[in-house]
């Protein structure tokens, strides 16, 4: 069962992966990454796991694999 402490808002998740929330915005209309909804507010919120992936990705993007 999912915790709202496995998720991070949307300008946690920037701060996680170094790039703007506006990144993260168009990362998700172009469904490179899909956010949860917040059930309470429907503001974005994001899976700390999901988070991590795609920051392993990143990183061996940028070391040329």
Same mark, same amino acid.
Do not use: H, Q
């Given at each position: ?19 703007? /929330?506006? /990144? ?12 949860? +909804?917040?059930?309470?507010? +429907? ?17 061996? +993007?940028?070391?040329?694999?």
């Amino acid at each position: 069962m999912e915790n709202f402490k496995d998720f991070l808002s949307i300008k946690e998740a920037a701060e996680f992966l170094g790039v703007s /929330t506006e /990144t993260l915005r168009n990362w998700d209309r172009s469904g490179k990454l899909v956010p949860a +909804r917040n059930p309470f507010n +429907r503001y974005r919120i994001y899976r700390k796991s999901d988070l991590e992936k795609l920051l392993k990705l990143l990183l061996n +993007r940028g070391a040329g694999n």
